[in-house]
């Protein structure tokens, strides 16, 4: 009995930090970083500003559990660990690069408020740039690793920088997220040929050179 009321516990505690969760990135989307209270996400959830600081510390360990679910990471790692170790022997650098790249940018594209409004408020908010600074660095270091297993294998060059390869594919599928999500309402989406045709630029600067 005492087993069972401890697995219903801890159940309902988890759906309560999910909910919480969730109406951060409601309200974040909404108010922005700096606008969105701990009151009113306590509020908003219908649960006491202490119950709240029970399951975060302060706003911004909420936020940064909000980033985790539902900002690019997550998934991200999700498709980092398939397509690393052993993936490069039965999977070309070619198809999971693209699938990698479509899979980060559908994410940010899900959330775009959220990460629009974040990106907008991190320049005068210290504390938000520098949780996102953290989270870039922690995204980036993950492009690290997925390139260097393939380079491994011989389907990247052994003399590219890898750490300067994983900025600039972050950097890329950044900046197209960011085009289309800043394109007037009224201009036509750039889609996903322009993606393909980002993929095909970095695979030439990523492929091993040719030895005479």
Known sequence: ??????????AQAIARREQLIRTGLRL???KGYRGASVRDIARAAGVTEG?????FESKAALFRAVLDQYAPVS??????????????AQRSFDEALRALGREFVA???EYRAFIVTMLTEAPSEPELGAILSDFLRSTNADIARFLTEYRKVGQ????????????VLQGSLMFHFLMEALRPQSAPAEGDDALDDLFTVLLAGLAPRQTR
């Open 1 to 10: 009995m005492a087993d069972t009321t401890h697995t219903r516990r801890q």
């Open 28 to 30: 974040f989307s909404e």
């Open 51 to 55: 119950l709240l600081y029970h399951y």
């Open 75 to 88: 998934a991200f790692e999700d498709l980092l660990r398939a397509a690393a170790t052993p993936q490069p």
């Open 107 to 109: 994410r940010i594209r």
């Open 156 to 167: 990247i060059d052994v003399q590219i920088p890898i750490d300067a390869a994983a900025r």
